[in-house]
C-alpha cells in the first residue's frame, strides 16, 4: 500500500494542501518520478527557518496510464526544463514564510497571487482525487448519507412545513421559519458542515415542534427528529470499505508503535524508504526520525534512496513545510478539520512493522 492511500484512510477523503507529499510519495515509490536532494533556491533561503536543502522529483515515465487525479496533479505542479524534463522541487510552493512577507509590495503581491492560485488548482485536484475509484476500493461515501441528504431530509423538511402550516396557520412567523429552514437546506446541500449543520437543523426543529404543540400529525414529526438527530450527527459521510477497514486498523496500529518507539524496522534499504515516507505522509516524520533516524545510515548510494541520505534533514525539510502549509492554507485546515485525527487511539497492541500494511 502506498503513502497516499494511507493518507485517504487517515483524512477521510477530505485532503488537505500538504497531501501532496504523499502523492509525490506514491509516484516515486510506482516508479514514475525519480528524487533528487538539491539545495535550496535563494529565494526559499530568505526565510531564516527555511531548511538549506530541498528535494526535486523528475517525472521517468510517461503519465497516460496513471488516473485522472493524478494527471492532474502532474500538469500542474511539474514545469519542462530545457533539456525536456518535467520536474518539480518542494520550494516551488508558494508559502508565507517570514523572507516572503519582508519582501517589498510587490513581491508579497505577487505571493498572494501564487497562493490563491495553488489553493484553486489544489481545490480541482481534491475533488477529482476524492472520486478516484481505486481509493474507493479502500474507503468510499456513504451511499445512505446521501440518500439521506438529498432525499430524507427534503421531504421530512416539507412535510414539517405544511404540518406547522396547518397547525399554526397563515403567520408572518411561519413563512419565516420556512424562509429559514430554505437557508439552511441550501447550506447543507452545498456547504462544507452539511452534518453539523443537519443536526443543528433538526434539533431546533425538535424544539419548534414541542412548543408548537401536538396538533394531529405533528405527534408523528415530533417521534421522527430525534432517530433524524441521532442519524445526522452519527452518520458517516464516508468509511473505509471491507477491504479498506483492515489497513485503516493497520495504519492507526503502526502510528501507535511509532510513538511508543516499538517499530521494527526493515533492514533493506527500500521498505526503510518507504516506511520513512509512510511516517511524513502521516505527519509523524520527525518522532520517526527522532525513534529511529540513528538506525537509517546515511548512504552514499542517494541516487537509489534519496530521503536517506540525511535522515534529520530530511525530516526537518518536511517539519517546515508542514507548519508553512498550516500557517499560509490555514482555512483549508479548519474546513477539513473533520478528516480524521493521526491519534494513537484505536488498533490492538504497540508494535508491528511496515507489514502492518
Known sequence: MDSFILVALKRKLKFMPEDINAVLFRLHQKGYVSVEHIPSSLEYQEDEYAPDHTFTFILEKESS??????????????????????????????????????????????????????????????????????????????????IFKYGIIPVWLIWTVINLIMGMGDRLEVYLGMAGIAIVYLFITFGKHDRVLSTILFFILLVVIFAAGLDPGMEYLQATTFPLILISAFLPTVSSTYYGAAYYRGMKKWIKGLRKNQLQLPTDEVRLETCFQHAIALEQGSLFESYYGEKIHATTTGELYPFLIAPVETAQIYSYHHIAFQSTYSSSYSSSSGGGSSGSSGGSGGGGGAGAF
Open 65 to 146: 496510464d496513471l488516473s485522472e487525479h493524478e494527471k492532474y496533479f502532474i500538469d500542474w505542479l511539474f514545469t519542462e526544463t530545457q533539456d525536456g524534463k518535467r520536474v518539480f522541487s518542494l520550494d516551488q510552493i508558494p508559502l508565507s514564510t517570514i523572507g516572503t512577507e519582508t519582501q517589498n509590495w510587490r513581491n508579497k503581491e505577487q505571493r498572494g497571487r501564487e497562493i490563491r492560485d495553488f489553493e484553486k488548482q489544489f481545490k480541482e485536484w481534491k475533488k477529482l482525487a476524492s472520486k478516484d475509484p481505486e481509493l474507493h476500493r479502500w474507503i468510499e461515501p456513504v451511499k445512505l448519507r446521501k
